[in-house]
């Protein structure tokens, strides 16, 4: 089976993000952590995203990672190739959005592309080439304090500009609002005048409708997850994708559980409602900080606990803990150690048989993904917005939820586990 579409994406929540939008259009999407080794098999994806850790890396390493995923990807057959990096265009003068489309670009052997981080569900617009959060300039929001990529201008086409040698333009607006014709007009005036990038400006969902059939031959499109909304509907309209239907997950039947190791407050919100629910254990932080086996001892507490039932481990706590905690061993030295006792704890409820498991933290989903050696996911129905059922392959079969700290409803360690059949 070949695929379609070839996506690299520099985060790895990012790349689910981008795979829900595609699952959601009716695109059978598969994502892989890294480059994979060997063979692997995509079932019936139509789409597979590979999620880098590219963002902040030096801009080589970036590259040489990506130049490796694309190859992967030609090989497998895809079509159209698509660069997904944050609505935020987080980046640095010296990177790693412009340097690896231009290699990306050198690669497919193409000289045009598009740059468009809209994502106007999320309050992300592009407005004459300046993107907005919200109601504001890029260069007013929290973005500019950013600790690795703080953004301080707006205006994407000099961005993007200082990152590249090439020439950046811009399809405005009025092209935009005009529709695919007026957008693809637009591309070749710039093709013919030069350019090599080109900012596109969408301030709605209808916007990147028509900017996705617009760039329905362009080999390369860099942006967010929104200008993908348009692709799927290409392909259909070739007769390469079939209708839009709801794309489900095979769940496997097992025992159930939700590890939680986020510390937000929407996550520790979660903790409290499902606790009126569901029975819970919290990995004592300062027991653990103290050195103590608390990964046995919860795996302990779970055996005779474990079944249809969901039970809870954490180690979540409010700011003052953390703190504490932090204090005692230093903030990077207590996230590897949570990290580190979460992903153990997933490793022995998957051996006890747990095969319908939610994790919540976007590091703490990397450790767990990591610690169960999972290296690809393929996505099925959104629970909440930006988070999907997934299905393992390739390894023992799981039904994962892997949530960002701050994403989902209060119910929705107990609610997410109704929706698997
Ligand atoms: P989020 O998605 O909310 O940012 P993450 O999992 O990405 O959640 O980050 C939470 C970090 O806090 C992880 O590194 C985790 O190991 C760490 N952590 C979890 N529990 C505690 C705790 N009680 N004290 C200190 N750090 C913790």
Redesign the pocket.
Known sequence: MTILLGIIADDFTGATDLANTLVKEGMPTVQLIGVPDGDIDLGDAKAVIIALKSRTEPAEQAIEESLEAIKWLQAQGAQQFFFKYCSTFDSTNKGNIGPVADALMNALDTDFTIACPAFPENGRTIFNGHLFVGDILLSDSGMKDHPLTPMTDANLVNVLASQTDKKVGLVKYQDVQGGADSIRSAYYALKSDGYSHAIVDAVSDEHLRFIGEASKDLKLITGGSGVALGLPNNFRNQGLLGPSTEIDIDAPTGKTAVIA????QA?RGQIAYAQKHIESFMVE?MALADGQDVATKALEWAQSRLGDQPVLIY???DPA??KQ??DKLGRDE??AM??DA?GKIARGLVDQGVRRLIVA?????G?VVNALEIRALRIGPEIDPGVPWTETLGTTKLALALK???FGTEDFFVKSFGMLS
């Open positions: 190791g986020s510390c937000s996550t932080p180690s979540s706590a803990v953390v905690v932090q207590a996230g949570f990290e979460l933290g976007g590091e703490t989903s450790a960002s700290g701050n």
